[in-house]
């Protein structure tokens, strides 16, 4: 049985900027960091006497044969990039909801494949899970999605990344002091809209002329240097929520999709009660409402805010790990036997008959089995 706990992210500036739509051309930046928020997968190979090969229990529960059978997207291609053969048994768990805009659907991703690899007795970097995530959720599942998701969840940490032109992606930790991190932890709230949609969807709206939100775009780069100047520095943290809303305001002009007048409304609330600055989570649409709010203004906040949940959080800084292994007894090789006929099926086992011979020895032993 192996057990992987991937944290789930908050992204503060660049986003829209990690899609290689747009930094394929023209570089991208984003300053975020991973919270103590997290996906769990957990995941062991299927002991032979079950009548389906994969056992797969999410929000849905799928019992299939083939991998083609499975209908969980990643699932089934995480399953198939790692050439599993092997009957599989899956169960999902999460702290937060799905469709979220915390990075769920990447750190299920990046928390299976680490899982996998860890199965199959192999231990990848975090570059490593990161790239393969991107790919697999990219170039095979053809998703509109960025690639800060999948770095975030496989490094962890509050970091600025980077996105090159020629497809490179470096993760640089923001080196600032334990108390300056804290706080920023502390002027930050979480705020769940109870609002669904999927972020593909949102993203889809703007990525397709992604090179006409070049001004919008560049401006939301530009946040990320000031926002890591306004860390490293003495300077007040409140430029930092200051900046927050100038970036909402240059997010929210990319596609009428981005924001909506349920959402305005719970942001002026949210400003009403002393906010200075915030956004949605992810592509946007709905989801969770990240806030700037001074620690004296927070239970205001909260007042206004009080029909959703108000979620508290801190940073992380391990990222995808694998918190549970137990090399449980093997079953491969009676596996093998069984699909060539030596093994017979458990419900065949446990229905047939007892045979004479059996009767005698039970009889011979006084009629103990």
């Known amino acids: ?44 190979y299927l002991p032979p006497f079950f009548e389906h090969k994969f056992c797969l229990i999410y929000s849905k529960m799928e019992f299939c044969q083939t991998i083609d059978e499975i209908a969980h997207p990643a699932a089934r291609e995480v399953l198939r990039f790692m050439e599993c053969h092997r009957g599989i048994e899956l169960h999902h768990d999460g702290d937060l909801p799905a469709r ?46 960025g690639s800060q998701d999948q770095a975030l969840a496989a490094h962890g940490g509050l970091n600025r990344i980077n996105f090159l032109p020629n497809g490179e992606i470096s993760v640089t930790p923001i080196t600032v002091s334990i108390d300056r991190i804290r706080e920023l932890n502390s002027h930050l709230m979480l ?38 100047s306004i860390l490293n520095s003495k300077d007040d943290i409140k430029g930092f929520g200051e900046l927050l809303h100038e970036a909402w305001q240059a997010k929210r002009s990319l596609s009428a999709k981005v924001s909506n007048p349920e959402v305005d409304n719970l942001f002026e609330a949210a400003r009403s009660g002393g906010a200075i600055g915030g956004k949605l989570t992810g592509a946007g649409g709905g989801g969770f409402l990240l ?30 790990q694998v918190i ?8 491969q090789d009676e596996e093998l036997c069984r699909n060539r006929g030596e093994i017979k099926p458990f419900r065949e086992l446990v229905t047939k008959p007892p045979s004479p011979e059996l009767d005698d020895a039970i009889a011979s032993n006084g009629g103990r089995g």
């Open 100 to 145: 979220s805009g915390m990075g769920t659907s990447s750190a299920f991703t990046v928390g299976l494949l680490h899982a996998m690899h860890a199965l199959q007795g192999s231990m990848p970097s975090k570059r490593t899970l990161a790239e393969q995530s991107i790919h697999l959720e990219q170039d095979i599942l053809k998703e509109t999605v």
């Open 191 to 228: 705020f769940y809209t109870g609002i669904k949609r999927t972020a593909s969807d949102v993203a889809q709206s703007y990525v397709d002329d992604i090179d006409t939100k070049r001004r919008q775009l560049r401006l939301m780069k530009e946040l990320v240097d000031e926002s890591v």
């Open 291 to 320: 806030l700037f709010v001074p620690p004296s203004q927070q239970a205001a906040v909260k007042d206004r805010l009080r029909g959703l949940i108000h979620v508290p959080f801190s940073f992380e800084f391990l990222g995808s």
């Open 1 to 44: 049985m192996i057990i992987s706990r991937t944290p789930f992210r908050i992204s503060f500036f660049g986003g829209g900027t990690d899609y290689p739509a747009w930094y394929r051309k023209h570089s991208g930046a984003v300053l975020a960091t991973t919270i103590d928020k997290y996906c769990y997968i957990s995941c062991r």
């Open 324 to 331: 549970f292994c137990d090399r449980e007894q093997d079953y």
